[in-house]
């Protein structure tokens, strides 16, 4: 590899993260306030409302298409806030003694503070979150404060949710108790202009992915002890991307477990100076949160290392006492592996895991789930998978406990039944 095609790729490791968090702050903000309007009178442009929520309101299915891996445990509440004319107050209900969480990541993709039940519990709260050049007072009915590395900050909210009837509806209220204000309780929302099509995930081209980053950077500085690489010189941005773009997504590197399980992010707070995992996260698992919050253990290989596949019946038993340790829940995950969706199937269930009603255990206190096509009968603990077709799992644990952050967890193998 000759100078310029290193100095043109290193730029692009470093620097992806910051056009994927652009790219994402284009595709999931809104057009329209509810009550200031549309951010432009003219369709197609990029021009959209931050420092406003918007929600789901109820959990994903097998029709939604939007979201690859999605989760069935919770639905989200999402912002982006701009932090470049002054703090932002996160003003949250009481949550009761539901799960959520509002996690916090900076432009470069580092997951680096929280609001929710794990870090400042369930209460009523207001948090204020500032940029690094605010040096003012902070007012009094402030619960929490939280300063960011940069002025582009993404807010991505989950919260559990039961059913999609009646918990539902108690969740959306919940939802409709998020506001994003300034100091003095004015509506924070602000317009801005995204440049991006944020539905256009192909390899972007050097003079827009240029001009994204450049504009990035000077909101947000390179995280302290990293040395900007930026910019490459000219023309070295046109080989770079695809080498990188095409690289990245080919290159997984999961920390496996064992017994055909891998985790495919593994992150706390900051990703240090490991700038190809950061790019390789924010090209293939952007948005994801740190290991405290939750960690997600997928299997795409049964015991003996084969692909799993629905033409087959297989078992996951979890031996006594072994089940997975959470501080909050967990829940296993089935998708289709050609597209990485949810399976539709007649019993409607997508996910099966501790909340599920009439989980069953053996006499002797293990739990073993069933994983095929075809109903395997009364009393058997049963997740749908997709008829002769391959599939993968995801095994999601929510506050998980010391044993699985450790990595000292046996996670058991899944075996042919």
């Given at each position: 590899?000759?100078?310029f095609?290193?100095?043109g790729?290193a730029?692009v490791?470093?620097?992806?993260p910051?056009?994927?968090?652009?790219?994402?702050?284009a595709?999931?903000?809104?057009?329209?306030?509810?009550?200031?309007?549309?951010?432009?009178?003219?369709?197609g442009?990029?021009?959209?409302?931050?420092?406003?929520?918007?929600?789901?309101?109820?959990?994903l299915?097998?029709?939604?298409?939007?979201?690859?891996?999605?989760?069935?445990?919770?639905?989200?509440?999402?912002?982006?806030?701009?932090?470049?004319?002054?703090?932002?107050?996160?003003e949250?209900?009481?949550?009761?003694?539901?799960?959520?969480?509002?996690?916090l990541?900076d432009?470069?993709?580092?997951?680096?503070?929280?609001?929710?039940?794990?870090?400042?519990?369930?209460r009523?709260?207001?948090?204020?979150?500032?940029?690094?050049?605010?040096?003012?007072?902070?007012?009094?009915?402030i619960?929490?404060?939280?300063?960011?590395?940069?002025?582009?900050?993404?807010?991505?909210?989950?919260?559990?949710?039961?059913d999609?009837?009646?918990?539902?509806?108690?969740?959306?209220?919940?939802q409709?108790?998020?506001?994003l204000?300034?100091?003095?309780?004015?509506?924070?929302?602000?317009?801005?202009d995204?440049?991006?099509?944020?539905?256009?995930t192909?390899?972007?081209?050097?003079d827009?992915?240029?001009?994204?980053?450049?504009?990035?950077?000077?909101r947000?500085p390179?995280?302290?002890g990293?040395?900007?690489?930026?910019?490459p010189a000219?023309?070295?941005?046109?080989?770079?991307?695809?080498?990188?773009?095409?690289?990245?997504?080919?290159?997984?590197?999961?920390?496996?477990?064992?017994?055909?399980?891998?985790?495919p992010?593994?992150v706390?707070?900051?990703?240090?100076?490991?700038?190809?995992?950061?790019?390789?996260?924010?090209?293939?698992?952007?948005?994801?949160?740190g290991?405290?919050e939750?960690m997600?253990p997928?299997?795409?290989?049964d015991?003996?290392?084969?692909?799993?596949d629905?033409?087959?019946?297989y078992?996951?038993?979890?031996?006594?006492?072994?089940?997975?340790?959470?501080g909050a829940?967990?829940?296993?995950?089935?998708?289709?592996?050609?597209?990485?969706?949810?399976?539709?199937?007649?019993?409607?269930?997508?996910?099966i895991?501790?909340?599920t009603?009439?989980?069953?255990?053996?006499?002797?206190?293990?739990l073993?789930i069933?994983?095929?096509?075809?109903?395997?009968?009364p009393g058997?603990n049963?997740?749908?998978?997709?008829?002769?077709e391959?599939f993968y799992?995801?095994?999601?644990l929510?506050?998980?406990?010391?044993?699985h952050l450790?990595?000292?967890?046996?996670?058991?193998?899944i075996?042919?039944?």
């Amino acid at each position: 590899m000759d100078t310029f095609t290193q100095e043109g790729e290193a730029a692009v490791v470093q620097t992806l993260p910051l056009f994927e968090m652009m790219r994402m702050r284009a595709a999931t903000t809104a057009r329209r306030h509810p009550r200031l309007g549309f951010a432009a009178t003219e369709p197609g442009t990029g021009m959209r409302w931050v420092n406003q929520f918007t929600h789901t309101h109820r959990r994903l299915g097998p029709e939604d298409r939007e979201v690859v891996s999605p989760n069935n445990d919770t639905v989200y509440s999402n912002a982006w806030l701009d932090l470049s004319e002054g703090p932002v107050v996160i003003e949250s209900p009481d949550m009761g003694e539901r799960y959520w969480t509002l996690g916090l990541l900076d432009a470069w993709t580092n997951p680096f503070a929280y609001v929710g039940r794990r870090t400042t519990g369930n209460r009523a709260q207001r948090t204020l979150v500032h940029g690094p050049g605010w040096g003012g007072t902070v007012p009094a009915g402030i619960t929490h404060t939280i300063r960011a590395a940069g002025d582009d900050v993404w807010l991505i909210g989950r919260i559990l949710v039961e059913d999609d009837g009646a918990d539902a509806e108690r969740v959306r209220a919940l939802q409709a108790g998020l506001r994003l204000v300034r100091l003095d309780g004015a509506d924070a929302a602000m317009r801005v202009d995204t440049v991006l099509d944020g539905r256009d995930t192909r390899i972007p081209a050097p003079d827009l992915y240029r001009q994204v980053v450049d504009a990035a950077l000077r909101r947000n500085p390179v995280p302290e002890g990293e040395r900007l690489a930026w910019p490459p010189a000219a023309g070295a941005l046109e080989a770079a991307l695809p080498a990188v773009y095409e690289g990245l997504r080919n290159a997984g590197q999961p920390h496996d477990l064992g017994g055909g399980w891998a985790i495919p992010v593994m992150v706390r707070t900051h990703w240090g100076d490991d700038l190809l995992t950061r790019s390789r996260i924010a090209r293939n698992f952007i948005g994801a949160l740190g290991i405290d919050e939750a960690m997600y253990p997928t299997a795409e290989v049964d015991a003996g290392g084969e692909p799993l596949d629905g033409s087959r019946r297989y078992e996951l038993r979890f031996a006594p006492g072994r089940a997975p340790k959470v501080g909050a829940f967990w829940s296993l995950t089935m998708y289709r592996r050609s597209d990485c969706l949810f399976v539709a199937n007649p019993i409607a269930r997508y996910s099966i895991g501790d909340r599920t009603p009439g989980l069953r255990h053996e006499a002797d206190g293990s739990l073993a789930i069933r994983l095929q096509a075809d109903d395997p009968g009364p009393g058997a603990n049963w997740l749908p998978a997709p008829r002769d077709e391959r599939f993968y799992v995801v095994l999601r644990l929510y506050q998980p406990h010391a044993d699985h952050l450790a990595l000292r967890f046996d996670y058991p193998p899944i075996r042919q039944a």
